[in-house]
């Protein structure tokens, strides 16, 4: 028997999950509602909707992803965060419908039946995975074929993340050659090592190739061999030393592999879509509800504080280097200077002169950004994502740190990653912007809709509790 590991993790799990979910949401309704007397329109219709929000949740949480040295309580915890979505989506459909149908009986039961059968089944599968592999059901035997540190690197991977599916059958390294072999099974030629036979190739299912620097073999000349046996051939490409990031993506153009250096989840037109149809939306919500009515209470205190316009407008560097005017409301007093003496870019600073009183306070609780939700409507923003910096600090800072400009590969936010972990204000210090930048890029390749859900909650947060880094 030779299931595809990863196939099997993925899809045992999504369809256990789902019958959870639908197991439920009956019986949910059953302890609310004994007489029930079977599915309607709208019991179906909320049933779809409650798959399709666990489905999404639990992608963004990566619930599904194949990650060999994930622990059980790591993913035990994606199923909480994942979980605790599920019953926001049963309530907020309700809520919106107003169904008076289904009350909070049906939905706390909803809530303690799948807080208790889903981290049960998470359990029970990882321990029915285990067990398949165990007994060789899931496992595919492997040959590595390699000359330096890159196939021991490989071989050593096959060998602590047993659940990938693969025993490690042999590693060959050295020269390799090929030499005509009249005794072979198949009487074609056969690999040797040394001159000396490599064994039966028909008792292996994968063989892997390790491109090497200075490799004592020929991999083009193998893959032409191997294509005569019945085995699966992989290649595995020198880019160990390509980026320090370690994260890359492969994606297709045609029939021509590309190979990025980045992993960057917002070049898929699918999580675009997401992200811009939430910042629009909230953007949208945030101007009518709230700055419908705080606008003209700031712009009041700002003019009655100091003389000069209520907005600030500044140039600054969006998405591929795209310039754009970020709004805000204006916190120091007019034509207060932008460079220091020596000519280099004055960041606002602790008890910084520039800053009326009115503005210090809008700095304190961030109130002076939310101008920037017009820019996020108008797509030169997003609600999250890196800090955009002033034109002359881009200029200045590209000098001083060397992957600055990779930030720019995204869509500015008004708040981010390296604002909620202590990153925000002045950074004269050319090591504290250097972290700046490494929390950028490492959002940019760890993008979720769950990540920007939480970097919003950490901000609010920051502002009920206050930021001594805000000023």
Known sequence: MNLDNRNFFHFTHILTDFGIITCSFIIAIQIYNPHFGGFGFFELGFLVFLLCGWYFTARSNHLYDHKTKENLIRELFKTANALLWQVMLAILFIFVLKEKMYSRIFVLSYAVL?????????????????????????????????????????????????FHGYELVR???????????????????????????????????EVFITEE??????????????????????????????????????????????????????????????????????????????????FPILALAIKLSSAGPVFYQQERWGKRN?????????????QAPETNPSGKFQQAKKGDARITAVGRFLRKTSLDEFPQFFNVLMGDMSVVGPR??????????????????????VNPGITGWAQVNGLRGE??????????????????EHWTFVLDLKIMFLTFWKIIIGDKRAY
């Open 213 to 294: 620097p200075e490799a004592l073999y020929n991999t083009r000349e193998i893959a032409s061999v191997l294509s005569t046996h019945a085995v699966r051939l992989r290649i595995i490409p020198n880019i160990f030393n390509l980026s320090n990031s370690g994260s890359y993506s492969f994606s297709m153009l045609g029939n021509i592999p590309l190979l990025s250096l980045r992993n960057e989840p917002l070049e898929d037109v699918y999580n675009r879509l997401v992200k811009r149809v939430f910042d629009a939306s909230f953007s949208f919500l945030v101007l009518l509800f709230i700055c419908s009515w705080l």
């Open 427 to 444: 950074l004269t210090d050319p090591k504290l912007l250097m972290a700046r930048i490494e929390h950028d890029i490492w959002y940019i």
């Open 114 to 162: 799948l807080s208790f059968f889903l981290p049960l089944s998470k359990v029970i599968l990882k321990r029915i995975h285990l067990l398949f592999y165990r007994h060789g059901y899931l496992r595919r035997r492997a040959l590595v074929i390699g000359g330096g540190e890159n196939g021991q690197l490989f071989c050593r991977y096959l060998r602590d993340n047993k």
């Open 171 to 205: 590693y060959v390294h050295g020269r390799l050659n090929l030499t005509s072999d009249e005794h072979s099974t198949f009487g074609m030629r056969n690999l040797m090592l040394d001159n000396k036979p490599l064994g039966d190739i028909e008792d292996i299912d």
């Open 388 to 409: 955009p910096h002033a034109s002359l600090m881009n200029v200045e800072s590209t000098h001083t740190v060397k992957n600055y400009l990779v930030r720019h590969q």
């Open 322 to 334: 795209r310039r754009f005017i970020c709004y805000k409301f204006r916190s120091m007093v007019a």
